[in-house]
Each structure stands twice: as structure tokens, then as C-alpha cells.
């Protein structure tokens, strides 16, 4: 009988031995998977800053191309008169950065890419919403959530700054309440 008792109990003891090793592994496992996670998050993390910081520099450059495509504008004004060869090189300098400066469809596409790692599903979920969106809708709202100003988009998309107002008020007919400029 107490050989039993000895055996019972010997065999309670392996089993919470054998049960303390488990929850021992198993809570190994977790704090390493913890710990990947926590890499995997800092990652996103750190190629989320890069992707703002990138959609941040393209608004930058944006803002400064508009103050210096304004100047050589205001150049060229005051000096139309006067010196034609300086006329003809500073027509050539405003059309080479308003070249640059243009939101073709290739820039769209690299530009949108960003947008869309930056702020996810925001210009999907739009057009899910509202069917009626159109991709020039898109570029106004991706441009304006930027906070970009109606001249900046202007020279962006080579339309008028009254033909972005006019955008945004069609724009703001389709999207109705939803909508905020």
C-alpha cells in the first residue's frame, strides 16, 4: 500500500514537473514571438516615418517650386522689355521646373503608391464609398489632404487655380457631407 502511495505520488510530481516544463516552453515561445512581433512592428514603424517623410519632401519641394516658379513669373514681368536674351533664358528655366513640376500619370502612379502606404485605403475607401469618383477627383483629394494650396495644385495638375475650385466644388457635390476641404 505505501509502495502504491510512493508510486501515485512520484508520478504526481513527474507530472507537474513535466506540466512546469511545458508552460516553461510555451512561455519561451511566446516572449520570442513577442519579441518578432516587436521587430516586425518597429519596422513598419520606421518605413512609415520614411514614407511620410518622402510625402512630406514632395510637398516641400511642391511649396518651393511655386515660390520660385512665383519669382521667375515676377522676372520676368519686370524685365520683358528689356533684355530678351535674359528673357528667353529665364522662359527657359520656368518651363524646364514646370516640367518637373507636373503630375503625370507616371508620377501619379509612384506618387499614389506612397499615398496609398502612408495613408491606407483612405483614397480606396472614397471611391468605394462614392462610385461617382473620378481619378482627377483622387488627385484632388490625395493633394489636398496633403493641405497643399490651390496654386500648388494648380501648377501640380496644369489646370487653373479657378479650375481647381471648380474641382472641388463638383467634388464636394459627390461626396456631399462626407466631404471636407
Known amino acids: 500500500m505505501s509502495l ?19 508552460i516553461k516552453i510555451r512561455n519561451a515561445n511566446l516572449e520570442r514571438e513577442q519579441l518578432q512581433l516587436n521587430h516586425k512592428k518597429q519596422l513598419v514603424d520606421q518605413e512609415l ?22 519669382q521667375l513669373r515676377e522676372e520676368l514681368k519686370k524685365e520683358e522689355n528689356q533684355n530678351p536674351t535674359y528673357i528667353a533664358e529665364v522662359k527657359a528655366n ?21 499615398f496609398d502606404q502612408v495613408y491606407p485605403d483612405y483614397l480606396q475607401q472614397m471611391k468605394d464609398e462614392h462610385a461617382k469618383i473620378t481619378e482627377n477627383d483622387l488627385r484632388i483629394l490625395a493633394l489636398q489632404k496633403l493641405e497643399l494650396s490651390n496654386a500648388s495644385m494648380s501648377e501640380l495638375l496644369c489646370i487653373s487655380i479657378e479650375g481647381i475650385k471648380k474641382a472641388k ?3 464636394k457635390k459627390k461626396l456631399g457631407a462626407t466631404y471636407s476641404s
Open 169 to 171: 466644388q463638383r467634388l
Open 4 to 22: 502504491l502511495l510512493v508510486l501515485i505520488f512520484a508520478i504526481v510530481i513527474l507530472l507537474i514537473n513535466r506540466s512546469r516544463a511545458n
Open 49 to 70: 516615418l520614411i514614407l511620410k517623410n518622402s510625402l512630406s519632401e514632395f510637398t516641400d519641394t511642391v511649396r518651393q517650386n511655386d515660390i520660385t516658379i512665383q
Open 94 to 114: 520656368l518651363n524646364a521646373l514646370m516640367e518637373t513640376h507636373i503630375m503625370t500619370d507616371d508620377r501619379w502612379a509612384r506618387f499614389r503608391h506612397t
